[in-house]
């Protein structure tokens, strides 16, 4: 006996293994620190260089700059956060409770929020005498806020 009552199935963007190919192929991502076109630093010092410049500068140090590697240091100490909010917003996005650009704010945020706090905290190798009576403070990353005003997040 048939019960008058049709179930109909319809497919959308593909499926499950539509979304399954698509978060494979491209997963939610976000990039951090200093995006491409930021412009140039205004520093007390009066050089020419990018605040992208002077965020290389720092993490990776010059010949009269110290190495103060912020966002490899955010990254290492915040590893498994990160890799927690990639999961679980993967997860979410997969049963379709998130879009994919929510879970790409959640992680790039959090990370955002993350290097700025580090530049701000930031204290080893200290300035050289000379810098702090220059720039009136002992804050190695911090001369204007300009560097740590410039970490963004952008989706990748």
């Known amino acids: ?3 008058g009552i ?18 494979l192929e ?7 620190g200093v995006i491409k076109g930021t412009g140039a630093h205004s520093g007390k010092f009066g050089n020419s260089a990018t605040v992208a ?9 010059t010949k009269n700059i110290p190495s103060r590697p912020f966002l490899r240091t955010t990254i290492n100490r915040h590893h498994k956060k990160y890799t927690d909010l990639i999961a ?15 879970v790409q704010a959640k992680i790039g945020f959090t ?6 706090k ?9 300035n050289a005498e000379l810098t702090i009576a220059l720039k009136g403070s002992s804050q190695p990353l911090i001369d204007t806020g300009q560097l740590r005003n410039s970490i963004q997040w952008q989706a990748n």
């Open 88 to 102: 679980s917003g993967l997860i979410m996005y997969l049963t379709g409770k998130i879009s994919r650009q929510k």
């Open 1 to 3: 006996m048939k019960s």
């Open 53 to 61: 410049e002077v965020a290389w500068f720092n993490e990776y140090g």
């Open 6 to 23: 049709q179930v109909l199935r319809k497919s959308v963007n593909g499926g499950l293994s539509g979304v399954l190919k698509r978060s």
């Open 111 to 116: 990370a955002q929020a993350d290097v700025k």
């Open 118 to 126: 580090e530049i701000t905290e930031w204290e080893t190798p200290p």
């Open 26 to 32: 491209k997963p939610p991502s976000a990039v951090v």
